[in-house]
């Protein structure tokens, strides 16, 4: 069978590529369904964009990729087409657009668009052999238990990373990446917990609090939440992306900076009561309880001096602690890392030294922070991917 365009990937970038490429198009993907990713997003919500998206909230070997395709398919694009389908929306904390409804309206629209488009839709298909040849490329697919062969002119892969390989996560890409000596950067798991000695953080598990999370490459002010295995929230999810094994973290409990101030404020008002009962009132009891194994807090308000309550707020905004790794792709959002976008059109997505041959979404060396921004760019490169096809 021969198309113009085979895509590998039926998530958020192969879908969105598909219904810009024109021509005759086929989308393969190995899922029961597809957009897997896009249903389980945002607690089954999707946070399908966020209104700031800019390329400063994404991390690449060159920082400088990625703005061609967001500058010409951007989060207002993304925003207009959801409202051309109906679909009601609604802006959480710091620019993350969720829909009103379910995440599977984003995947229905689509699919419609896909449809619109004319693209054909096989799931329950896999990958068996890819071969170049002098007009294209040459697959043998496995689709429901029959071999079956396509050509093509155009190749793009959207087959994703390795996170969340229950998903069926595989790093396909990366492997085609080296049978056409494309190179791949170091991947690694990316928005991810971070996990500490077993029982570390156990007693103080369900508990979250604002904090502001950092070391030396980053810091982000959002929550913080303890689990069984160690630390997670968004905070966390965030830093992960820019931490490596063996390095320190510091956690400011205090990153409004205004603890010291109430606290003389109430020595004042309420002398008598004790240094951790005022403490509960700024920080989960449950913590402070925690803390103070470690953390001086004996006493009451008045015995406390503007030097003791000083060298308290200091320590609590200076919390350091060395996470002993993370929960890895299992749990990871995305993955950081992937094929060198040296090789790429910073403007088509294609290969350079590979005619025809086209990657887009996490497969990139591109990788976008908490909130959004990781659909963008996967509605960024899609478009322009399947723009270029489609012009040439």
């Not at 021509?23 to 896009?38: C, Q």
């Not at 051309?84 to 995947?107: M, N, P, R």
């Not at 971070?194 to 609090?209: D, N």
């Not at 449950?286 to 308000?301: E, H, Q, S, T, Y």
Request: glycine fraction near 10%; proline fraction near 4%.
């Amino acid at each position: 069978m021969e198309f113009d365009t085979i895509i590998l990937g039926a998530g958020a970038a192969g879908m969105m590529c598909a219904t810009h490429t024109g021509g005759r198009t086929l989308v393969v993907d190995h899922a029961k369904n597809p957009g897997e990713k896009i249903r389980i997003s945002g607690g089954g919500r999707c946070n399908f964009t966020n209104m700031y998206a800019e390329p400063g909230n994404f991390l690449s070997q060159n920082p400088h990729f990625c703005k061609s395709a967001l500058a010409r398919y951007t989060q207002w694009d993304f925003i207009e087409l959801v409202g051309q389908h109906g679909i009601a929306w609604h802006e959480k904390t710091l620019g993350q657009l969720f829909c009103d409804g379910s995440s599977k309206q984003v995947i229905a629209m689509l699919v419609s668009e896909m449809e619109r488009a004319g693209a054909e839709l096989w799931l329950k298909t896999a990958l068996v052999d890819l071969a170049k040849t002098e007009s294209g490329y040459r697959l043998t697919l496995d689709k429901d238990g029959k071999r079956v062969t396509a050509s093509c002119r155009n190749l793009v892969l959207a087959t994703g990373g390795k996170s969340i390989p229950k998903m069926g996560a595989t790093g396909l890409a990366y492997d085609i990446a080296r049978q056409f000596d494309i190179p791949v950067t170091e991947t690694r798991p990316a928005l991810v917990p971070f996990t500490f000695p077993e029982g570390r953080f156990k007693p103080l598990a369900g508990v979250a609090t604002p904090t502001r999370l950092s070391n030396d490459r980053a810091s982000f002010d959002e929550a913080l939440l303890f689990t069984h295995r160690g630390l997670s929230g968004p905070a966390v999810l965030q830093l992960s992306s820019y931490w490596r094994e063996g390095e320190e973290i510091h956690v400011n409990l205090d990153p409004g900076g205004t603890l010291f101030d109430a606290l003389r404020s109430q020595r004042q008002q309420s002398g008598r009561k004790a240094l951790t009962t005022e403490l509960s009132n700024h920080l989960p009891a449950r913590l402070v309880d925690a803390l103070k194994m470690d953390i001086p807090m004996d006493g009451n308000l008045a015995d406390q001096s503007d030097a003791k309550l000083q060298v308290l707020c200091t320590a609590l905004s200076d919390w350091r602690l060395t996470p002993s790794g993370t929960e890895g792709y299992r749990t990871a959002e995305v993955t950081l890392g992937g094929i060198d976008t040296n090789a790429l059109s910073s403007r088509t997505m294609e290969v350079t030294t590979v005619p025809g041959l086209y990657v887009i979404g996490e497969a990139v060396d591109v990788t976008g922070w908490l909130g959004g921004f990781n659909f963008q760019w996967a509605w960024s490169s899609g478009h322009a991917a399947g723009t270029a096809i489609a012009a040439a």
